[in-house]
């Protein structure tokens, strides 16, 4: 079936999880879209961010999309229950795939989640956790700052290393073995996460386990794509496309198709 995937996100952060689709799934052809005139939507309320991801679902139906993943964390913690049994079309998203690999990882059960602040007060990662293993220590902590220091490319700085040291210090008290990366920029500080939080914590990336769990979906529901995409890919925001492309060349490592522009309002 040649529909392409639907992935959003608040802005350029979901393109680490739409870079794992395609590889693991080339002939899959994605539709993205970047929310970029509405970002952040971690400092956002859930009524809010319901109503954003409504508004983008109905566009990505007028692209055809055969399926939908929502590459958010805050709008999957704080919509994908609401919006999942609305659309008639599949729709996943980041926080159940990260779920089960962190629950696959740690040994001594005792896990660390670092996102948004929407994401951590919603203790959607800490319920599902609970609702598998309740003897599980969870440990969430909120970083704000991480994803204007990821948009302003200070992924190896030092400034970014000091604001992990402090971040992280309370999850390094809790003595985690594994650290799920709840927000889709924080992949791209992977080195300074890991260094600050030593060799012994595992960090748990949500999007590799996304990309699996839609292929196991796209397998499950017969439609996945049997021929090479061929064609490229597609790429919305709702504002500035311009600094979207600079970024997503940065992410995706390779020439970009052209950025059009979305009047989301009107969804
Ligand atoms: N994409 C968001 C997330 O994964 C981070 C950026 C935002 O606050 O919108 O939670």
Known sequence: MDK????????????????????????????????????????????????YARQIIRFLLTKDVKAIVIACNTAC???????????DIPIIGVVKPGVEMALRVTKNKSIGIIGTEGTIKSE???????????GIQVTGKACPLF????????????????????????????????????????????NILQEVMGDKVTLVNPAIETAKELSQLLDEKGIKSLKLNELGHEFFVSDREEKFEEFAKLILKYKMMPVSHVNIEDY
């Open 147 to 190: 994803v204007p220091l990821v948009e302003e490319g200070l992924l190896k700085d030092s400034i970014t290393r000091e604001v992990a040291s402090r971040y992280l210090s309370v999850l390094k008290e809790q003595n985690i073995d594994s650290l799920v990366l709840g927000c889709t920029h924080y992949p791209l500080i992977t």
């Open 77 to 87: 913690a704080l919509a994908l229950d609401t919006v999942k049994d609305e659309f």
């Open 124 to 134: 959607t990662y800490t319920k599902l956790i609970h609702k598998v293993d309740s």
């Open 4 to 51: 392409p995937i639907g992935v959003f996100d608040s802005g350029v952060g979901g393109l680490t999880v739409a870079k794992e689709i395609m590889k693991l799934l080339p002939n899959e052809k994605v539709v993205y879209f970047g929310d970029t005139a509405r970002v952040p939507y971690g400092s956002k309320s859930k009524e809010t961010v319901v109503r």
